[in-house]
């Protein structure tokens, strides 16, 4: 209740007969509660997470997710998110109380750990912050293409091994036209310096990178290489079929030719006609 006097001492309200003045009634209420954050994710991919600890973001989109809600008299104004090296999160939308927006993890991106911190006030300005989530990047990859001797085939599974940091192998199954397909690998170790690739049906190649710089780089296996096996460059040729693994083309290759010419057995199609 209000009562006012002026200096003269008239008084307009009664603070001891509140009764006698309902219009000078008022109900007030005081909201001191910030926004609650949590439940933050980052992905690529649906339910791929690429906080740290979970997996590595690659380049690309990352999309991020976080709920927030306000339990005070005050609206809940949109919450902002930022990656550390990253940028801001560009605002999807909501559903419910899970904000969505999305980043951009670029050539230039630094390797390692980027912090998410998330803001969120309401519109008397209680805030809140959280930054307890990080997003581990490795944006190092390899782009090039693969030929396979006298290939006609749409489909082969290629192995591929990056040698001259800490070694590690990708296994992807390509398309090829005309014998030629093109990969990208991501998540490459640093320091990389040496390509090789390899089929169940063909000798392995191997080259050197192309360092591009910002941890990118490519490579070929096109055309005529060079030296004894395993090959310096070029094309993977045809001929090792043994389950060996021998990369090598000897008496064994030619007995699973024997026993499977004339089939349609997969063994031994080394051109892919089936």
Known sequence: YIEVEDMAGNKWG???????????????????TAPVI????????VGNSVLCGDNIALQGIVDIYVDAVDSGCSPLQQPTVTVA???AGAYQGVS???YHYQVTVLSTTANGSHTITVNAQDGLGNASSDNSETICVNKNQITGSVELELFVGTSRNVTFWATGGTPKSWTQ?????????TFTLTDVPDSSTHLSAKTAWNLRSKVALTDLGNGQATAGFTGVGGGAYPMVGGMLLGGDIDISGSNGINILDYSVLKVNWGTTNAVADINGDG
């Open 38 to 45: 949590s439940n933050i994710k980052a992905e690529q991919g």
């Open 96 to 98: 419910g109380d899970t």
């Open 173 to 181: 199954t390509l398309s090829f036209a005309g014998g030629v397909a």
């Open 14 to 32: 009664d603070m001891m007969d509140p009764g006698a003045h309902p219009e000078m009634k008022y109900d007030w209420t005081f909201d001191n």
């Open 85 to 87: 090296g990253i940028g």
